[in-house]
């Protein structure tokens, strides 16, 4: 690491803590100028680009938010977690395939995720893809049937899909 880029680096970091200071106290403007400033003193740094979207997703900046976790994501493809907040904020945006494309990512990042599948399925849903979601939920209740989140979700799939008559068994219990 060059020296500039070893100073860039510990700006970042006292930039950083501090703007986790302000989040503490829900100065969630205050924070997300010191992470955007920590972003500009070291570009490179995915966690001042992922606490920069968090800030911004709590000033209700989303459009900026989903920006900064799209860049914290190309600066750390494998972290995990961060292809699942840009999904939770693309559903929050009624972006149903961008959250599609980043669930898919973490699907791969963490399979065994009901949680993934589950919000998969809404994401399917929301885009009148039901037979996928059916399919998707079916297979993941085979592997784990005793999720009662993913029998939940087959139940509001079919409902909403219009077949209310065979939902209604997972109503009943």
């Known amino acids: 690491m060059t020296r500039d880029a070893s100073q860039a680096a510990r700006k970042a970091a006292d930039l950083l803590r501090r703007a986790v200071d302000a989040d503490r106290r829900k100065d969630f403007a205050e924070a997300a100028r010191l992470a955007a400033a920590a972003a500009a003193a070291d570009a490179a740094n995915a966690q001042a680009w992922r606490l920069l979207a968090v800030?911004?997703?709590?000033?209700?900046?989303?459009?900026?938010?989903?920006?900064?976790?799209?860049?914290?994501?190309?600066?750390?493809?494998?972290?995990?977690?961060?292809?699942?907040?840009?999904?939770?904020?693309?559903?929050?945006?009624?972006?149903?395939?961008?959250?599609?494309?980043?669930?898919?990512?973490?699907?791969?990042?963490?399979?065994?995720?009901?949680?993934i599948v589950n919000d998969l399925a809404?994401?399917?849903?929301?885009?009148?893809?039901?037979?996928?979601?059916?399919?998707?939920?079916?297979?993941?209740?085979?592997?784990?049937?005793?999720?009662?989140?993913?029998?939940?979700?087959?139940?509001?799939?079919?409902?909403?899909s219009g077949q209310a008559g065979q939902s209604l068994v997972f109503f009943d219990e």
Not at 76 to 87: C, F, N, Q, V, Y
Not at 92 to 105: D, H, I, N, T, V
Not at 141 to 153: E, K, V
Request: include cysteine.
């Open 55 to 115: 800030f911004q997703e709590k000033l209700g900046d989303y459009p900026s938010a989903l920006d900064a976790y799209e860049q914290a994501l190309a600066l750390a493809p494998h972290e995990a977690g961060l292809a699942r907040d840009i999904a939770r904020l693309a559903s929050l945006l009624r972006l149903p395939q961008l959250a599609e494309r980043f669930l898919l990512r973490a699907r791969q990042q963490d399979p065994a995720s009901m949680e």
């Open 122 to 160: 809404y994401a399917y849903c929301e885009q009148s893809r039901f037979p996928e979601a059916i399919d998707l939920l079916r297979g993941a209740i085979t592997d784990s049937p005793g999720s009662a989140l993913l029998w939940n979700t087959l139940g509001c799939v079919l409902f909403e």
